[in-house]
């Protein structure tokens, strides 16, 4: 009755709370230490040995030991993970039994928890140690963890294109307009052109919803083996084939065009005389003005980490001038202002006026200005730097740069650097990202309307990151 028990409870349970927070997997041969906390065996052995010759302590709540406890199998524990590794194989109703046939090595009738990187597929034990041997493995779900990753900026390109689609449907939409109103015997030609290039994008944009909502699909699967079974195909099928932009096909509505041109150069010329009015009358010095990386120096700005704003797996050293995500978690004193989901971290300074600041990272970061508004607690949207209509941000990793805001991304093309300046004229509305080397190379500039005092924030995005504030 009590194993009986102990099965249905399992099903209910939060896999999550099986885990080990050292390796972090199902606990093998589970053990509980004074605190009340549960680990692998070896894992707790292993994170003891490591810190010799000082006290033993709980990698999770820090209470210390005046000696190394007697480990004892917590009997009941190691029966809730053996009844969570059996529920992994149990297909669900809402999924077919096909997934669970996927899952199982057809060689060796066992459950493929390793990715082979060599081979691009997953495996199982037994094979990592046969036809597999020496190849590049890692467990299927860091593999997952990495390509998830890769999967949101799939979704990110996709809904970029649609957005672009249907900028572009809307002035195709106008040209039309345009065209009917003039008198030529080609009137009717441009028109079917155009209204063929309208149906072409719309298809286009159909397709891309479709992919948009596969992708939406398997970032929401909790099955690692079915996500990297499917993630070559889709992300595939989000790199689209370009049709030609608006821009492209300007043969087909000359008329319409030279119209329309002449009203933009009006509209120009009205945009220039008020933005000469404003200039005689508001102080400002735009990057453009400036030659060197000393001509930034002029207005640098000293920035400090505030630590109630840091992340709990964000740790700071070096007079709060270094942020380091960590996988042990800081023992930092409740704040509102506090990250609580993401590892961010705000300056202590806030920024007006004209400020120049230089920042060295390392790994995959997030480097930002935003309003203090938006930190704390909060849903993804609300939280992350780039990801709402009151943060600006570089996202900086090894092989690429990407500009974030509301929720868009812009990627750059630019010589890699580990040093990012960047240049705030808060009055003028004006935010520039350079990278840092023997010149300076302008990645990404904004030019807007900031509301709001701003902060220098920072994100590390993945595992080992680091940024450090120059002096």
């Known amino acids: 009755f009590i194993h009986s028990f102990i099965h249905s409870f399992s099903v209910f349970l939060d896999k999550d709370k099986l885990i080990c927070s050292i390796c972090l997997d199902l606990q093998k041969d589970p053990v509980t230490i004074p605190c009340g906390h549960s680990y692998c ?11 010799e010759p000082k006290a033993p302590s709980c990698p999770q709540c820090r209470q210390s030991f005046t000696s190394r406890p007697v480990l004892v199998r917590n009997t009941i524990l190691a029966e809730l993970v053996e009844d969570a590794r059996k529920a992994e194989l149990q297909p669900s109703s809402s999924e077919p039994t096909l997934k669970l046939q996927e899952n199982i090595c057809p060689r060796h009738d066992e ?5 082979c990187r060599t081979d691009q597929k997953c495996i199982c034990s037994l094979c990592s140690m046969d036809e597999h041997k020496g190849h590049d493995m890692v467990s299927a779900a860091a593999e997952r963890a990495e390509r998830q990753t890769k999967l949101g900026l ?16 809307e002035v195709l939409q106008q040209a039309v307009e345009a065209i009917n109103l003039s008198v030529t015997s080609y009137q009717m030609e441009e028109v079917r052109k155009v209204e063929e290039l309208q149906e072409k994008m719309q298809h286009e944009i159909t397709k891309l919803k479709k992919t948009e ?20 195909s889709l992300s595939d099928l989000s790199v689209c084939t ?19 041109s002449e009203a933009r150069e009006k509209l120009e010329e009205t945009l220039t005389d008020q933005t000469t009015k404003i200039s005689d009358s508001v102080d400002v010095f735009l990057p453009e003005d400036f030659r060197s990386r000393e001509d930034f120096m002029k207005f640098y700005h000293q920035i400090t980490l505030d630590p109630n704003t840091a992340n709990r797996n964000v740790s700071l050293s070096e007079q709060n001038r270094t942020a380091t995500w960590t996988m042990i978690k800081q023992n930092y004193s409740s ?3 506090r990250f609580a989901e993401r590892s961010q971290v705000l300056s202590a300074e806030g920024l007006t006026g004209c400020c120049y600041w230089e920042v060295e990272w390392s790994g995959g970061v997030f480097i930002a200005v935003a309003y ?12 992350v730097f780039g990801f709402n209509d009151k943060s600006w941000a570089l996202r900086c990793s090894n092989t690429e740069y990407t500009f974030y805001h ?9 010589p890699r650097s580990s040093r990012v300046g960047v240049y705030l004229n808060h009055k003028a509305g004006s935010l520039s990202f350079y990278s840092v080397s023997d010149s300076m190379t302008l990645l990404h500039k904004v030019q807007t309307t900031f509301t709001q005092t701003l902060y220098a924030g920072f994100w590390m995005s993945k595992s080992g990151s680091m940024i450090r504030l120059l002096k």
């Not at 065996?41 to 810190?51: H, K, P, R, T, V």
């Open 242 to 260: 370009d049709l030609p932009r608006f821009e492209q096909a300007q043969h087909c509505f000359d008329d319409a065009l030279k119209a329309v």
């Open 41 to 51: 065996l070896e894992c707790i052995q292993n994170f003891w040995s490591g810190e």
């Open 406 to 414: 509301n929720n868009r991304c812009v990627s750059i093309a630019a």
């Open 111 to 115: 459950v493929m928890k390793i990715f």
């Open 372 to 383: 203090k508004d938006r930190s704390g607690a909060g849903t993804w949207d609300e939280s």
């Open 213 to 232: 909502a596969e992708l939406d699909q398997l970032s929401s699967t909790e099955d690692h083996l079915h996500f990297l079974n499917n993630y070559s």
């Open 154 to 169: 799939d979704q990110q390109k996709v809904q970029q294109r649609i957005l672009n689609l249907e900028e572009d449907l």
């Open 335 to 337: 704040h509102p202002d």
